[in-house]
Structures are given as C-alpha cells and as structure tokens.
C-alpha cells in the first residue's frame, strides 16, 4: 500500500539543518495493523507526514499504491491525500461550533461533494456514537471527541487511516477503546497506521517499528 525507500528529511531552520528522518526503509501492507513508537523527537510525525502524502521527503522515493509520489502535482498529491487518507490527531481537532453530525460530514464539504446523510450517520453508528449525532464537542468526553474524529477521517472513504498518537489526550480505559475501534476499522479493510507511546497498545497491533534518531528498526 505504502512503500518507502532511502527516506530521509531535513528541516532547515535559519542555517541550521535538523535531519528528521535518516534513510527509512518501510513497506505497509494493504489491510495491515503497524505502530510507531519512540521517543519524542525521533520522527515518527514527520515520518506519518510524508507516509500520509502531507509532505514529501529531502532524499529517497515513496510510493503510494503503486504510484511514485515524487513526479505527482500538488493537486495529484491533494487528490491523493483527500480520497485516500484519513488523518487522526491527539488533539482531535473539532470544529466547536458544529454538532457531531456535521463535523463529521466536514470533509464532504471541503471536497464539495453532497452530503449522504444517512453514509454519515452510518459512520457513526461505526464509531459507537448514535446517540450523539446532535451532541457538539463541548458536551463529549475526550474518547467520545476521538470517535468524532475517527469517523470524520473516514467520511470520504479512504483506504489507509493514519492516527498521530490518537490515545495520547486518553486515559487507560478510553485508549482502550479507541485501540479496540481501530483494530475494528482494520477488520473492515482499511490500513492502519497508529504513533504512540503507549508499548502496551503498539504490542497489539500486527507489527511495531521503532524509530530513534530519525533510524527505523523493527522490534
Ligand atoms: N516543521 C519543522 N521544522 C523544523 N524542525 C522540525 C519540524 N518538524 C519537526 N521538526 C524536528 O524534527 C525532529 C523530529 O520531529 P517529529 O517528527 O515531530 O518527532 P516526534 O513526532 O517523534 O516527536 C525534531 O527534532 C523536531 O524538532
Ligand atoms: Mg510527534
């Protein structure tokens, strides 16, 4: 699904060069469970960016079901980003002015396509949150804000779902079930890809890659 070669990032800040990443090597299967994990600072955002087609790398080639995202437009990549990945963040990133339903169906709009009401209200159903589709996100807990997220990531039916340490606003029994809700999203076909710093929760997923230094090595 995704397939990363010699991959490497550099930040400039001023005249200073920050290597982020240092020669990765990863293949993502179709349909599979990986973690991230390591300590802050060693690239693992950096690394889901460019996995997510949110940037591209300084040095080395990514393919992204089967197509080399280095000779892609911008627009090629937006395309890419906007129908085939949905993004998850710590910090969840709602819209507080607008109930569960319509965050959600957000991304709808921003691709301007018409609203399925009943696609969005199935998602979630999905998410385990029938019950506060009117709700708006002052009145959620924190794991119920992450299910709006994760359904809102997956409203425009992309096939990889890429989650930036999604538990880490959580405590130990909404981690859980955020964890068991993308395990559950696996099973339903879409690839996973999850950042954490929870070894417990990366031990459960089908393959776990450490990053240090901007190095990946397999655990
Ligand atoms: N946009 C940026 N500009 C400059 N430096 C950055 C930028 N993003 C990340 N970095 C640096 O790159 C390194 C890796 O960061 P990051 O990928 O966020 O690591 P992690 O997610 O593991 O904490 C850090 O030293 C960080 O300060
Ligand atoms: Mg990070």
Known sequence: MIELRGVEKVYHRGAEELHALRGIDLDIGKGEFLSIVGPSGSGKSSLLHILGCLDRPSKGTVKFDGQNIEHMSESGLDAIRRRKIGFVFQQFYLMPGLSV???????KVFIREKIDAEKIAALIVTVGLQNRMKHFPNQLSGGEMQRVAIARALANNPEVLLADEP????DTENSDKIFKLLKSLQLRGY???MVTHNQELACRADRTILLKDGVCSFT
Not at 101 to 107: E, R
Not at 167 to 170: E, K, S
């Open 191 to 193: 690839t996973v890809v």
């Open 167 to 170: 538990t880490g606003n959580l």
């Open 101 to 107: 339903f319509d965050n959600v169906a957000l991304p």
